[in-house]
């Protein structure tokens, strides 16, 4: 079997570490150094693997989506029919591996960075267009041609929920953040198409 570099571990323990960093600063105003120490390793190395501390922070995004997909994934793999489907959607969104402190700091700052970095706006785009997509595939055999605009306010309910939830204290509650949205839902679902 061969073996595993370092290279692939160090990386990981740096995407990690600042998921971890932003999340205690609560911005992007954390430094390389910072970064590397808290994973154990030196600022130069982590600009060898990642190049900057953007680059960085788009791999740790792109960590966070990896499992936000894997998420949605498998909890679409186990809903039957639309509404099930919906209900899955919302509350992958609001899982635990998503919905943590350090998480949600990341995601507050993915966005403010997305004003910038086009690279971030990329990422952001298609964590957007697949949410949407999602959301409007499923909607569309319950509401029809609103699916697009539900869908919308579906996803603007998400991102809301978590913005509430990042400037609030105490601990993340994912249950109840999803339950806010799928309440949201039933009253669209309720208006029919």
Known sequence: MPKLGMEPIRKAALVKATITEIGRAGSLDVTVSQIAKRAGMSSALAHHYFGSKEQIFLAAMRHILTLYGAEVRGALAAAEGPQSRLQAIVRASFATSSFRREVIGAWLNFYVLAQTLPEARRLLAVYQGRLRSNLVQSLRPLVGGRAGAVAHALGAMIDGV???????GGAPDGAAAAAVVLDCLEREL????
């Open 190 to 193: 309720a208006t029919g198409a």
């Open 162 to 168: 978590y913005i509430r939830e990042a400037l609030k």
